[in-house]
């Protein structure tokens, strides 16, 4: 303070120290201060600021406003001007985050009168901080450019570390993310030395930022998931919208929209208006992302006239921004005429994406309206992007390129931009370790792999349509997934869910309550999502390449390849044979999709035989229907090429979840239902066909009647296999066998999570084996059976990504998967299986077994009783 301090002064001063880091402690020690200070103004101001600076930190702001103001007030009439300088600093911070920059510059402005060197120093970081918020990036770096050298000439460490973690954030914004980390690294030193007085959080939140801008998103969400537990409500709040903003980069949509509702539903009650305005313009975006047109453009609309009147114009075109793609995306026609006015807000805020996003948006709506010379104008000035940036502005900068190039009849042109973008956003998958990220990350592919889909189609060329289907399919599974730092963490929250998630069956079954067993359910999955997804993959490897045809003659050895693709609302297929390949038009997208779901529906009501006679009857009918239907719209055009060869099958959106054999042209064929062509070949090559060797494992799991019997029935058939059944089918000794087994045989029953795919679970004696469970082995069996219900259900995201068990186990190594998609009567299964293996043993392969098992049971037992088997993989 620059005098001699008296003891209820320096007690003040400890109140003020302690506001950031304990600001509860702070409020209580500045109380004590102000009943024990009486006429001592002096005492009084010091911990009128310190309790204004602690309900700052607690997002009580207009509580923090009056105390400030009081204590300022009293510093000025007692001419203490260095703690007027803190408190109008502070106070200018509160009024900042109500949304009064204004008036937070005015409040500075007076402070900045008769101030020595540091004291200046400080009200210009201040000050640089405002101006930031409101877009003037240029004042800004002015103003940290003058102020931070003398912080750190004359020792204020904390001040310092302070500007630097402000600096840092307006480095990220402007895309120096290497200047942005060493200011954060420097402020991390500072807070070792200094302690408390700067938490650990609120650099841990930044590091955040800077993670996410730059694309590292394991990084981000690591630093995130460690700043939001030690940061109070304030900074956690902000701290869900950088979480937000990074789960948005790579499409995890549901969860993105979560955390921008709970920041929206903080920063509300917090009153942080400037926050506020920013977590509205984040939800728009993850609304729109999630399909709620109307919602994102009544939350960008909030957020814009929010950012107009608090003067900040570059979020205020953000804001427009959002708004602009939401009426692209519901089909409404945009002006053209405004597009280069908002690039123009938008380049100048330091948004490059949106500001890309934008031009590629008024381009191809010239392009639909006939302007041809607009789109080319604006397609030009977005194309050089492509070779510098993140992995999403050079993407989509690529597309701008591929765009202009077709605008000027080069298709072969564009063509190799499409793959150019495709190559960015691969290798940008490549450094995500989580399987969910990877495959979510293919959603940002999508437009560049749809044009080139057209693109091939057009041409009418197999080999062409084939390579773009293989470009974007399944490409997460490429990669095993990473295993996490420290398996032994991930194996206790995986033990800790098996008990709680029992605990939640045996109260509903009791009915008791089980809210907290619920939470508890929650906060545990969370958290093991959390640890995974902040593991970094191994250093990036180019994934296969497309095979060639050439290469997949050389390996079908009998088998017909047929790859099923679907564009604009209609499905095709590519066709691969010894002698040749075909594109063949097969009919409406949305018409096999109802059919798919009409046979899937009946076979489920006939399997479960409930109902009255006439109503089975009716869906045994159904059944029929749809099943000659499908068969009609996806086989029989391309009988040529089938004739009685077993069938390689690449399916496409709702036709993963087909019965296949439920369809008379697969009736006694080996269909073998795979992710991808490159899977497949790469599946079924020499080395991978030998790997093998590690024995036999059956188990059965509690709770499904035919289970015990239908393992000691096939024990008879694999004499030396592992059996696991009753108190023994544990998930540790399951695991255990489970690595390096070369067929496993699994009945028990399974949980398919639509909420989070990677929870799905096979039910043993004492809990859940997860997909979680899954990606810790080291090497899964090469022939996994799954002979319960349903368990080859998966989720299907865009690029025909799946999630799900059949999915893990594929990364994992495994070549074959039986499973059902659809369920299958109790009576039918234990038969169905012992015939397989019989005719396994006898040395067919897993399609042929299958098929052959299908048509002697389907005699006995009626075609839906065993269709729903499917044979994934060779």
């Known amino acids: 303070m620059g005098?001699?301090?008296?003891?209820?002064?320096?007690?003040?001063?400890?109140?003020?120290?302690?506001?950031?880091?304990?600001?509860?402690?702070?409020?209580?020690?500045?109380?004590?201060?102000?009943?024990?200070?009486?006429?001592?103004?002096?005492?009084?101001?010091?911990?009128?600021?310190?309790?204004?600076?602690?309900?700052?930190?607690?997002?009580?702001?207009?509580?923090?406003?009056?105390?400030?103001?009081?204590?300022?007030?009293?510093?000025?009439?007692?001419?203490?001007?260095?703690?007027?300088?803190?408190?109008?600093?502070?106070?200018?911070?509160?009024?900042?985050?109500?949304?009064?920059?204004?008036?937070?510059?005015?409040?500075?402005?007076?402070?900045?009168?008769?101030?020595?060197?540091?004291?200046?120093?400080?009200?210009?970081?201040?000050?640089?901080?405002?101006?930031?918020?409101?877009?003037?990036?240029?004042?800004?770096?002015?103003?940290?450019?003058?102020?931070?050298?003398?912080?750190?000439?004359?020792?204020?460490?904390?001040?310092?570390?302070?500007?630097?973690?402000n600096r840092a954030i307006l480095q990220t914004w402007r895309g120096d993310y290497a200047a942005a980390e060493a200011d954060l690294r420097r402020a991390e030193a500072l807070r070792v030395e200094v302690g408390e007085a700067i938490p650990a959080g609120i650099i841990h939140a930044n590091l955040t930022f800077v993670a996410g801008r730059r694309g590292d998103v394991p990084a981000a969400l690591a630093w995130s998931q460690l700043a939001e537990a030690e940061l109070p409500p304030r900074g956690a709040a902000t701290t869900l919208l950088d979480r937000c903003e990074t789960l948005l980069s790579v499409r995890l949509v549901p969860e993105a929209k979560a955390a921008a509702e709970q920041a929206v539903a903080k920063l509300e009650k917090l009153g942080l208006a400037l926050d506020l305005a920013e977590a509205r313009v984040l939800l728009a975006q993850a609304q729109l992302l999630d399909g709620d047109v109307d919602g994102a453009r009544r939350s960008a609309t909030d957020a814009r006239a929010e950012f107009v009147r608090q003067d900040r114009p570059g979020w205020a075109s953000l804001a427009a921004y959002v708004d602009l793609l939401a009426t692209w995306q519901d089909g409404a026609g945009i002006n053209v005429d405004d597009v280069e006015p908002l690039v123009a807000d938008l380049e100048g805020a330091g948004w490059t994406v949106p500001a890309m996003d934008t031009r590629l948006i008024g381009a191809r709506s010239a392009l639909e309206q006939g302007n041809t010379a607009e789109a080319r104008r604006l397609l030009e000035t977005a194309a050089p992007a492509r070779r510098r940036g993140p992995a999403d502005l050079r993407a989509r900068a690529w597309h701008a390129d591929a765009l202009l190039r077709l605008a000027g009849g080069d298709g072969a042109g564009a063509e190799r931009s499409l793959r150019a973008g495709m190559r960015v956003l691969e290798e940008h998958r490549a450094t995500l370790g989580a399987t969910e990220l990877r495959v979510h990350a293919a959603t940002r592919a999508e437009e560049l792999a749809e044009l080139g889909m057209r693109l091939a189609l057009d041409s009418g060329r197999a080999a062409r349509v084939f390579a773009w289907a293989e470009r974007w399919r399944a490409g997460s599974l490429r990669w095993r997934p990473a295993r996490p730092p420290a398996d032994a963490g991930v194996a206790h929250d995986l033990a800790e869910l098996r008990h709680v998630t029992a605990a939640i069956e045996q109260a509903s079954l009791d009915g008791r309550p089980a809210a907290e067993l619920a939470a508890r359910q929650a906060n545990l999955e969370d958290g093991i999502r959390a640890r995974l997804r902040s593991v970094r993959p191994p250093a990036f490897a180019p994934s296969d390449r497309v095979p060639t045809l050439e290469a997949l003659r050389a390996g079908l050895d009998g088998r017909v390849l047929v790859e099923l693709v679907a564009s604009e609302g209609r499905l095709y297929a590519v066709t691969v044979t010894a002698r040749r390949s075909r594109l063949v038009e097969l009919g409406d997208v949305g018409e096999v999709a109802g059919e798919v779901d009409a046979l899937c529906f009946a076979y489920t009501r006939l399997a479960r035989g409930s109902g009255t006679a006439s109503s089975l009857e009716t869906f045994a009918s159904t059944s029929e229907f749809s099943a000659r239907r499908l068969d009609e719209l996806l086989l029989q055009p391309l009988a040529d090429e089938l004739a009685d060869n077993p069938l390689v099958v690449v399916p496409t959106g709702a036709l993963h979840r087909l019965p296949w054999a439920g369809l008379a042209s697969c009736r006694g064929r080996p269909v073998s239902v795979v992710p991808s062509a490159a899977l497949w070949l790469r599946a079924s090559a020499p080395a991978a066909a030998a790997k093998g060797g590690g024995g036999v494992l059956l188990v059965a799991g509690p709770d499904l009647p035919h289970a015990d019997g239908e393992m000691w029935d096939l024990a008879a058939i694999h004499p030396r296999a592992i059996v696991l059944a009753?108190?023994?089918?544990?998930?540790?000794?399951?695991?255990?066998?489970?690595?390096?087994?070369?067929?496993?045989?699994?009945?028990?029953?399974?949980?398919?999570?639509?909420?989070?795919?990677?929870?799905?679970?096979?039910?043993?004696?004492?809990?859940?084996?997860?997909?979680?469970?899954?990606?810790?082995?080291?090497?899964?069996?090469?022939?996994?059976?799954?002979?319960?219900?349903?368990?080859?259900?998966?989720?299907?995201?865009?690029?025909?990504?799946?999630?799900?068990?059949?999915?893990?186990?594929?990364?994992?190594?495994?070549?074959?998967?039986?499973?059902?998609?659809?369920?299958?009567?109790?009576?039918?299964?234990?038969?169905?299986?012992?015939?397989?293996?019989?005719?396994?043993?006898?040395?067919?392969?897993?399609?042929?077994?299958?098929?052959?098992?299908?048509?002697?049971?389907?005699?006995?037992?009626?075609?839906?009783?065993?269709a729903g088997f499917v044979c994934m993989g060779v």
């Open 3 to 165: 005098r001699h301090l008296t003891p209820l002064e320096e007690q003040a001063e400890s109140a003020v120290a302690l506001s950031i880091s304990d600001p509860d402690r702070a409020r209580a020690v500045a109380h004590e201060v102000l009943a024990a200070a009486g006429d001592d103004a002096d005492a009084t101001a010091i911990a009128e600021h310190a309790l204004g600076s602690a309900a700052a930190e607690l997002g009580e702001l207009h509580i923090a406003e009056a105390h400030l103001h009081r204590a300022l007030e009293l510093a000025r009439k007692r001419d203490l001007k260095t703690l007027a300088a803190q408190t109008s600093v502070k106070l200018a911070g509160v009024l900042v985050l109500e949304g009064e920059a204004d008036a937070a510059l005015a409040e500075l402005a007076e402070a900045a009168h008769g101030l020595d060197e540091v004291d200046a120093a400080r009200v210009g970081v201040q000050r640089a901080m405002v101006v930031q918020r409101l877009g003037r990036w240029d004042d800004a770096v002015s103003e940290y450019r003058a102020a931070i050298p003398v912080l750190r000439r004359v020792g204020a460490r904390v001040d310092e570390a302070k500007a630097l973690v």
């Open 726 to 866: 009753g108190a023994e089918a544990t998930t540790a000794r399951v695991s255990q066998a489970l690595d390096g087994a070369d067929l496993a045989h699994v009945a028990a029953h399974g949980d398919y999570r639509f909420d989070n795919p990677l929870f799905s679970s096979l039910h043993l004696h004492d809990g859940d084996l997860t997909v979680y469970d899954l990606e810790l082995l080291s090497q899964a069996p090469r022939l996994f059976v799954l002979s319960a219900c349903e368990s080859g259900v998966h989720d299907v995201r865009p690029g025909d990504e799946l999630m799900g068990l059949a999915a893990a186990l594929f990364a994992l190594g495994s070549t074959t998967l039986i499973a059902s998609v659809v369920p299958v009567p109790d009576v039918a299964t234990r038969p169905l299986m012992v015939e397989f293996h019989c005719r396994l043993a006898a040395g067919d392969t897993p399609a042929s077994a299958l098929a052959g098992a299908q048509a002697v049971m389907g005699r006995d037992l009626g075609t839906p009783a065993t």
